[in-house]
């Protein structure tokens, strides 16, 4: 017979155990890993933890882009220029991929905050069968259509370089998904470091393809394109084999008793929709830009914009990594309902992000000369030498200013408010950017320089505008709660 006591000791046992599924949900103690642990404590350690892997990660494909650009600027001024109009057609094709990452990550983050694993995975295994029916559509779209971009987009004589290079592109595009879809859920569940291992072995493995593939097997623009492929292929093996054969992450799935959910789908398509158009106007901003200066200029133009770019995109690689954890950290803190917790990560975040891109513009500005001759080395590239030394240095004025932007877009992801974010981009890309471009090259009579200072003049006037509104919404929620309370 049981004494009075042992029944009182049991039942606390029981409660004790109840109230330690609340706190995780489903959650079985060994499943919450490292990664959730950093999501779910402080926010300042967190945005340290999950972005300085990816930061790492980053710093080698800043690398591999470094010696991507390096390569292709060996076969002359027109694969450069070639690579410049492609260049909107791989922006678009990376936007449905990482847009659906960010919508599937971001709900998987949410849920980890509100401690719902079965969420967790029922919204991963939506994720990649909506990642597979994205591929089939993009790459039968993409083959089809891809002479009739480049003629439409004013390529001229580079279209058959550009051609060549898009193709490979297209066809791998199920690599890509994969690939950033994956990467995109170790991120989201807090696993950055492996989510660090994967991206840097395809970018060193691109580093050493490179040469082979476009001068050994004498493969040109294509050549490049293929090495991206080859590359990104071996990343998504790695994770592959985490997810569906170590099976050792947080996520699981279960793709035999997978039955389509709307809800699921419409809270991943939230924020993953708005995600890929942001991205997506980026790439339709590139491709307007590109006309402006084909106008004001010619295809010289489009090269020195498309290497400038790339030399931008490079420095701000840290805040991207920045960024991407402010997703998941944020993300995290709304399935909380702790809304201080995400300001405080986003002002934190901020104020790093800021302080590294102030350092790297410097250091670009003094090295612009010596950056610029890197990318012009062959002979027929050497004449757009000091139009790209002059832009170098003009655009290190938006490395600091786009932090505010970039991390605020972030929070809004986490927070599932894809659409506020849609429209901070489309603000600052399809408006104030081509806006300025237009007004400063034609108006002011400045030609290629408008275009310059009027593409840093629309970047920095949207992100302090994205800024200020995420801090007004950060306000109101906090408010909201508060009052809730009383």
């Not at 969420?119 to 083959?143: K, R």
Request: glycine content about 10%; charged content about 15%; proline content about 2%.
């Amino acid at each position: 017979m049981e004494t009075a006591e042992e029944k009182g000791n049991m039942e606390e046992k029981k409660e004790e155990s109840m109230d330690e599924k609340e706190k995780t949900g489903i959650i079985p103690p060994q499943k919450v890993t490292e990664g959730v642990g950093v999501l779910l404590g402080d926010p300042k350690k967190a945005v340290v933890k999950l972005s300085i892997p990816i930061i790492v990660a980053m710093s080698v494909q800043t690398i591999y882009s470094l010696t991507d650009t390096f390569w292709v600027a060996g076969l002359g001024a027109d694969a450069l220029a070639a690579i410049g109009f492609s260049f909107p057609f791989f922006v678009i094709q990376m936007a449905l991929t990482s847009g659906l990452g960010v919508g599937g990550g971001a709900a998987i983050s949410r849920r980890i905050g509100a401690r719902d694993k079965a969420g967790v995975d029922n919204v991963a295994v939506h994720t990649f069968v909506l990642m597979i029916i994205l591929t089939v559509a993009l790459t039968v779209l993409g083959l089809a259509f891809v002479r009739d971009l480049f003629m439409y987009s004013g390529a001229g004589d580079t279209t058959a370089l550009g051609v060549s290079y898009a193709r490979v592109i297209f066809a791998g595009s199920f690599v890509f998904f994969f690939a950033n879809v994956a990467n995109s859920i170790l991120r989201s569940e807090g696993d950055a470091n492996r989510a660090m291992q994967s991206m840097i072995l395809g970018s060193a493995l691109n580093i050493g393809l490179d040469p082979i593939f476009i001068y050994v097997l004498g493969l040109g623009v294509a050549g490049a394109a293929l090495a991206t492929v080859v590359s990104f292929a071996f990343s998504g093996l790695l994770m592959f084999y985490w997810f569906f054969i170590k099976k050792d992450t947080y996520v699981s799935f279960d793709f035999h008793s997978f039955k389509f959910n709307k809800a699921i789908a419409s809270d991943i398509f939230r924020v993953g929709i708005p995600s890929s158009v942001e991205q997506i106007a980026l790439a339709m901003t590139a491709l307007l830009m590109n006309l402006i200066i084909v106008n004001v200029s010619n295809t010289d133009g489009v090269a020195v914009y498309a290497t400038g770019w790339r030399v931008a995109s490079i420095a701000v690689a840290p805040l991207i990594g920045v960024s991407i954890s402010v997703v998941s950290i944020s993300g995290a803190a709304f399935g909380e309902n702790n809304f201080k917790k995400a300001r405080h990560a986003l002002i934190y975040a901020t104020e790093i992000g800021f302080l590294a891109e102030a350092l790297i513009g410097i250091a670009v500005y003094v090295f612009a000369p010596q950056i610029a001759a890197v990318f012009t080395q062959a002979e027929t590239a050497a004449r757009i030498a000091p139009e790209l030394t002059r832009l170098l240095k003009i655009m290190t004025v938006f490395y600091p200013a786009v932090t505010f932007g970039m991390l605020s877009a972030s929070l809004f992801q986490g927070a599932g408010k894809g659409t506020s974010a849609l429209i901070a981009t489309l603000l600052r890309s399809l408006v104030l950017t081509p806006l300025f471009a237009l007004l400063l090259a034609y108006e002011f009579g400045w030609g290629l320089l408008g275009v310059w200072w009027g593409l840093v003049t629309g970047t920095v006037s949207g992100s302090l505008i994205t800024f200020a509104w995420a801090q007004v919404y950060l306000r109101r929620m906090i408010k909201a709660k508060e009052a809730n309370e009383k």
